[in-house]
C-alpha cells in the first residue's frame, strides 16, 4: 500500500456520514419540488441558442460554465464534497479558502461521474417529475436545473466519503477484490438493501410533506391531497438513479483507494 495516509483525526464515521445524507435529502427534494415549477423547455438545454458564433453550447451549459467559474473563483471546488461538471472550466480560487482536512484518499479527486449524470438529469429524470411543454422562461429554468444537478451530484459524490469509512472499518475484507479489480465483489460488499429501502421510503415521506398543496379548508379529505412532485417518484428516483449512482461512485473510489 502507498504511504500516503489520510488524517486520522477527522471524526468520520458511518453515524456522521448518514447525518449528512439525511440532510442532503432534504436538499435534493426541496430542488426537485422547486424545478416542478417550470415545464420541461427542453430548448434551453438541447439547442444552441447564443448569439456568438463561436458558441456552439445550449444556454443551460453555457449557464452552469459560467456559474462553476465564478464559484471556483471562490473556492467552492476546494471543498472535497463539491465536483464540478465542466473540468476544463475551472480555475483557482482567488481568495484566501478553508483548509480542508484530507479525509479521502488522494486519488479521489479523480473520481468524477458528472458527464454521465448530467446525460441521466436531462434524459431520463427530467421528464418524469416536470410537465411537458415550453414556457420560455429559459433563464430560471437554468437555474433551477443548476440547483438540481449540484445538489444530485454531491449527494452522489457522497459516496467517496461512504467508502473511505468502509474501508477503514474493514480494509481486510475490501482488499482482495480492489487487487483483483473485482466490481462485483466490491459491489456486493458496499449494498445494505435494508438501509437503501429505509432511504427510499424517508424521500417519500419528505416529498409527501414538503411538497403538499395546502389547503386552509376544514375537514380534507386524505385522497384529495396533491403534490407538487409525486412522492413515489422521488423515492423511484432515488431507487433507480441515485442509489446506483452513489454505488457506483462507491467502486471507483475503493478501486483507486490502494494506487
Known amino acids: 500500500m502507498s504511504s500516503v495516509v489520510v488524517e486520522s483525526d ?133 437555474a433551477s436545473d443548476l440547483a438540481c444537478l449540484q445538489a444530485i451530484s454531491r449527494r452522489i459524490h457522497y459516496g467517496k466519503f461512504v467508502a473511505e469509512v468502509k474501508f477503514r472499518d474493514a480494509p481486510h475484507d475490501y482488499e482482495p477484490a480492489i487487487r483483483s479489480k473485482d466490481t462485483e465483489a466490491l459491489m456486493k460488499l458496499l449494498t445494505f438493501e435494508k438501509v437503501e429501502e429505509m432511504v427510499k421510503k424517508r424521500v417519500e415521506k419528505k416529498a409527501e410533506t414538503f411538497g403538499q398543496e395546502v389547503k386552509c379548508v376544514s375537514g380534507d379529505d386524505e385522497s384529495e391531497k396533491k403534490y407538487k412532485v409525486k412522492p413515489s417518484l422521488v423515492s423511484r428516483i432515488y431507487g433507480e438513479w441515485l442509489i446506483p449512482l452513489t454505488k457506483d461512485v462507491e467502486v471507483e473510489y475503493l478501486l483507486r483507494r490502494l494506487d
Open 10 to 142: 477527522v471524526q468520520l464515521s458511518l453515524d456522521s456520514i448518514r447525518e449528512s445524507l439525511v440532510r442532503q435529502e432534504d436538499t435534493v427534494v426541496f430542488s426537485l419540488i422547486e424545478r416542478a415549477k417550470f415545464p420541461l423547455n427542453s430548448p434551453a438545454f438541447e439547442e444552441p441558442r447564443c448569439l456568438d458564433s463561436g458558441n456552439s453550447s445550449s444556454l443551460t451549459e453555457f449557464f452552469v460554465r459560467e456559474i462553476e467559474t465564478i464559484q471556483a473563483k471562490v473556492g467552492r471546488y476546494d471543498n472535497p464534497e463539491e465536483n464540478p461538471f465542466f473540468l476544463d472550466n475551472i480555475p483557482h480560487s482567488i481568495f484566501p479558502t478553508h483548509k480542508y482536512p484530507q479525509v479521502l484518499y488522494p486519488k479521489a479527486s479523480s473520481v468524477n461521474i458528472n458527464k454521465r449524470l448530467w446525460d441521466v438529469y436531462f434524459k431520463e429524470l427530467l421528464p418524469l417529475f416536470v410537465k411537458p411543454g415550453d414556457d420560455g422562461n429559459y433563464a430560471s429554468t437554468a
